[in-house]
């Protein structure tokens, strides 16, 4: 797998960050980019909860790509030593 970096893009006062909270970067191991957002979404943005019929299924600020960009990155640039064999993960966050 690959070692993804999600770095945010938009200005801290950008009204769309209001989903949550601001990661400056995550570090994702995933198989494709998309995957990554996928992963770095489901680890870390806020799970709404059910309210009458509606879907908690709902875009996490990691999908939106004028928040965050996705980027090949490494274990070293992350600063951790992890392997890129294993499960999709999130492996390092900085807020």
Avoid at 21 to 32: I, S
Avoid at 39 to 58: R, Y
Avoid at 60 to 86: C, I, K, W
Wanted: net charge negative.
């Amino acid at each position: 797998m690959t070692i993804w970096k999600i770095e945010a893009v938009a200005r801290p006062d950008d009204p769309r960050w209001v989903a949550g909270p601001r990661y400056e970067r995550v570090f994702v191991r995933a198989d494709t980019a998309a995957q990554a957002r996928l992963c770095a979404g489901k680890a870390l943005a806020p799970n709404p909860g059910i309210v009458g019929n509606e879907s908690a299924q709902q875009p996490t600020p990691f999908e939106d790509a004028a928040l965050y960009r996705v980027v090949r990155s490494s274990a070293n640039d992350a600063g951790v030593a992890v392997s890129e064999e294993g499960e999709p993960a999130l492996i390092a966050k900085s807020s």
